[in-house]
């Protein structure tokens, strides 16, 4: 399980990225876009299969869209 926090002591859940994404991509496919984002500064990696979120409250945003997109 991928596991982000927002840096301040609060976490949230996201999808579990195994071996496969949920979309079937390779897991080389993925990290080209998790180096990304680190580089961006938007996320860092805070242990083995977790990340944390830079910007505040981006956590929220993340869950947010999340649940729209479930509807």
Known sequence: MVCASNGKGGASQGESTGDRSSNGA????ISVYWRKLIDDQIIMPASYGYVQFML???????EEQIMFDEF
Do not use: L, S, T
């Open 26 to 29: 390779e897991p080389g496919y």
């Open 56 to 62: 505040p409250f981006f956590d929220r945003f993340v």
